[in-house]
């Protein structure tokens, strides 16, 4: 999908049995590029001495024309999702997502999680996720990637649900044209973290509220871990770190 190949953070500590090697796939937001959020996060990690058996697989958006940025899809003009909300502008809520950017997003995504099972990393160690529009991209993957069953995990920051009301349509028709190789019984991703912040201006709390319904329509609200942390605005947090790397102890542990 991108002319720039992704930034791969290898372990800190590469010498774990080949069993024992984990990946995340993690998506960067709007405008932003895989050394910006994404690589932060992965270096937190990395200078605590934390996760060290962790590789990252950080891949970059194409830059769209239109939006003028590095994007997943065409965003579109909702004030509750790239900006405040404008008085006057409310009917915008109701523009569609751009289905097509998304869907050729989550195939990018497929492709990605292919290659790190090609490269011997069991699939139960992969986890998939991302902030912001990453995050979108990432839970329409995670309802509907070819390779959704096979993974342990999500990973969702501060990002709304789009295309809600396609999941069901969109899993029909991308089921229809899924390989053997990829077809597996019906069981979904194992085990999901879906975070925001109260103060976030981008995407309102509200939109995440929204989305974790949304998500327990097709998700055992069991496997949902979900975290409204106070004060945090469109960024990370140290409990949101903290919060993660449980996460990632409980589903990929060493």
């Not at 579109?76 to 790239?82: D, E, R, T, V």
């Not at 044209?177 to 509200?206: C, I, N, Q």
């Amino acid at each position: 999908m991108s002319s720039k190949p992704p930034y791969i953070l290898p372990p800190a500590a590469p010498s774990v049995a080949p069993d024992r090697a984990a990946t995340i796939i993690f998506l960067h937001g709007y405008g932003d590029d895989a050394e910006g959020l994404p690589l932060g996060l992965a270096q937190q990690f990395h200078f605590y001495n934390k996760m060290q058996w962790l590789k990252w697989v950080l891949p970059n958006a194409e830059h769209n024309h239109d939006a003028m940025e590095r994007a997943w899809y065409m965003p579109k003009a909702l004030p509750n999702a790239m900006k405040p909300r404008v008085p006057g502008h409310e009917d915008d809520e109701d523009a569609s997502d751009d289905e097509a950017g998304i869907i050729k997003s989550v195939d990018y995504v497929d492709k990605l999680v292919e290659e790190e099972i090609g490269r011997g990393t069991p699939p139960e160690r992969i986890l998939v996720g991302g902030f912001s529009q990453g995050c979108a991209v990432s839970l329409t993957w995670g309802l509907t990637g070819r390779f959704r069953h096979k993974v342990g995990g999500m990973v969702c920051l501060s990002g709304y649900f789009p295309l809600s009301d396609r999941i069901e349509s969109l899993r029909k028709e991308r089921s229809a044209e899924t390989s053997d190789e990829a077809a597996v019984p019906e069981k979904g991703v194992k085990k999901w973290f879906y975070v925001h912040g109260t103060r976030d201006m981008l995407v309102p709390s509200r939109l995440y509220s929204q989305g974790v319904e949304e998500l327990s329509k097709w998700v055992d609200k069991a496997d949902i871990e979900e975290h409204l942390y106070e004060g945090m605005g469109h960024s990370t947090s140290a409990a949101e770190l903290r919060d993660l790397l449980g996460f990632f102890e409980k589903v990929i542990p060493q």
